[in-house]
């Protein structure tokens, strides 16, 4: 019987080039609010991480309802500025053609909400590919907690240690490795040098093969 692991996509860095959107939204977000936000802020303690966690680390002792406010303008001013069509990493229209053909279980793990989720998802026409999506709305603690690849491999009727992980921040990537899952890092984001070790690490999709992605799910 031939072994079919779940593959789990992240999706800010992985799926799309979303972090410099990312990035600029949030300058512009905070300097409206006043509050600095250093490089190493962005990549330690945000890139990965739900909304939920990291603005109260800026905003301090927020209502539930200000956090909502808060997260929903900086979102917003994400999705105003960012196309998905123009910022798709290389190959991973063709990568999810081809897991497809192949009857591979799919899935998307993202820390953002939901709203970016079906805009990005639906922008590129690849929902059809994927049997779930978690967003932050479905764990109570963001990643490097494994929650979201916990659940989302149950969500594929897989345990964790069958599945393989598409990770581009140092928490990702942390979240896939807590989990028990196979991570393959994507250098988007961070260089080799800076993400936590991974099973394999790739810059895009373009030359990642299919045999090559199932022998290193059974090994």
Partial sequence: MIFTPGIIFDMD????????????????????????????????????RTNKEWIPELFGDISADKLKELADEKEQMFRDMFTPEDNIVDGIHQFLETLSEQDIPMAVAT???????????SRLSIEKYFQTVLDS???????????VYLKTSEALNKKPEQCLVFEDSVSGVEAGRNAGAKVIGVTTTHSEEELPPCSLMISDFKGLSLS????????
Avoid: M, W
């Avoid at 820390?111 to 998802?121: G, M, T, V, W």
């Avoid at 709305?137 to 929650?147: F, I, N, Y």
């Avoid at 090559?212 to 090994?219: G, I, K, N, R, T």
């Fill in 13 to 48: 860095g992985v799926i799309v080039h979303s972090n410099p959107a990312h990035k600029k939204a949030i300058q512009i977000f905070c300097k409206k609010h006043n509050q600095d936000v250093s490089q190493t802020f962005l990549e330690n303690r945000l890139y990965g």
């Fill in 111 to 121: 820390s953002a909400p939901r709203e970016n989720a079906d805009y990005i998802l």
């Fill in 137 to 147: 709305s479905h764990v109570t603690k963001g990643k490097p907690d494994p929650e």
């Fill in 212 to 219: 090559e992605v199932l022998s290193l799910a059974s090994a």
